[in-house]
């Protein structure tokens, strides 16, 4: 007895380790945590950037929006609250401009939009040398908007190429970017031939994604390719169609290369878009504040129409 009980008091103290659980849990938050950090060093970058280069400027056309002064002056800009809105919607001229934004954008982006998804669908089939008709269509793209700009101002001028072209068939020559009757369609091709290969691409992508099993099961049922497209091809294809849709309307709608370089917002005002309009009243007419005020309708009616075509397209996408 005395030598079990001697035995027992020598024996090794036991080592109690922590149960497998409680380590699963250590090592589960140990991972989150470099995940959180990873996740933070690629993200914080981004943010600081948003919040510089598009938050601000925002926050700050509104404050300008509500004050009135001479740039450069050493006096302090007043408070006027509303006074710079009440005297643009009673401008003509800014409601020219809004005008001829809105009917530019009515007229091209479903242009873009259809042209683009017409050649999406095309170049997805099984045609000879289709990488090579999707790179030629998109090559436009690539090109600065600039030197576009440039090139099609050459090509429509009225002893361009373009006009001597349509003389060898009769046609007299055409005004183009100086006829208030030619600019706004002018200014519609040069925006749709550099947005049409653009916008094509990210449908592309759009239409490989479908899986072909919808489209298996629609020609078992001996569906047509006009009804195979309305029945699978445009429902599968609603969430990048509405991103293509959101994001042509944007562009669109603050397009200015073309009109500065061109036209001046002429002849007539017929080109006189807001963007224009804002940077003209900004930087050559002196007044960045009546310009904050103009940024101000142009961002709202920008945000009115984008919530229109989600209120349109978006509850669709949510329900795949």
Do not use: C
Request: charged share 10%; hydrophobic share 55%; no cysteine.
């Amino acid at each position: 007895m005395t030598s079990t009980t001697h035995r027992l008091d020598r024996a090794d103290p036991v080592t109690v380790s922590a149960p497998a659980p409680a380590r699963a849990r250590g090592r589960r938050r140990g991972s989150a945590r470099r995940d959180v950090l990873a996740a933070a060093a690629f993200l914080i970058p981004t943010i600081v950037l948003i919040v510089l280069l598009r938050i601000w400027p925002t926050v700050l056309a509104v404050v300008n929006a509500t004050r009135s002064g001479l740039p450069g002056s050493l006096v302090e800009p007043q408070f006027v609250g509303l006074d710079l809105f009440a005297k643009m919607f009673a401008s003509p001229a800014f409601w020219n401009s809004v005008l001829q934004t809105l009917v530019f954008n009515v007229i091209v982006n479903p242009l873009q939009i259809v042209l683009a998804l017409l050649l999406a669908v095309l170049l997805t089939q099984n045609l000879p040398g289709r990488g090579l008709w999707r790179t030629l269509i998109f090559l436009p793209a690539a090109v600065p908007l600039a030197g576009s700009t440039i090139v099609w101002g050459i090509a429509l001028r009225p002893d361009g190429p373009v006009n001597g072209f349509l003389q060898l068939f009769g046609v007299p020559a055409q005004p183009w970017f100086t006829s208030p009757d030619q600019v706004m369609i002018s200014i519609i091709v040069l925006a749709s031939w550099i947005g049409i290969g653009y916008w094509m691409m990210f449908l592309i992508a759009g239409l490989n994604d479908i899986p072909p099993v919808y489209y298996e099961a629609a020609r078992l049922d001996g569906a047509g390719p006009l009804r195979t497209f309305f029945s699978v091809t445009l429902p599968m294809l609603r969430r990048p169609l509405l991103f293509v849709l959101v994001a042509d309307t944007v562009s669109n709608f603050v397009l200015f290369a073309p009109v500065q370089i061109l036209t001046g917002g002429g002849p007539e005002g017929r080109s006189n878009f807001l963007m224009y309009d804002i940077f003209h009243r900004s930087f050559e007419l002196s007044d960045p504040y009546q310009a904050s005020a103009q940024l101000v309708v142009l961002l709202v009616l920008m945000i009115v129409i984008v919530a229109i075509q989600f209120r349109l397209l978006g509850n669709g996408a949510n329900e795949e």
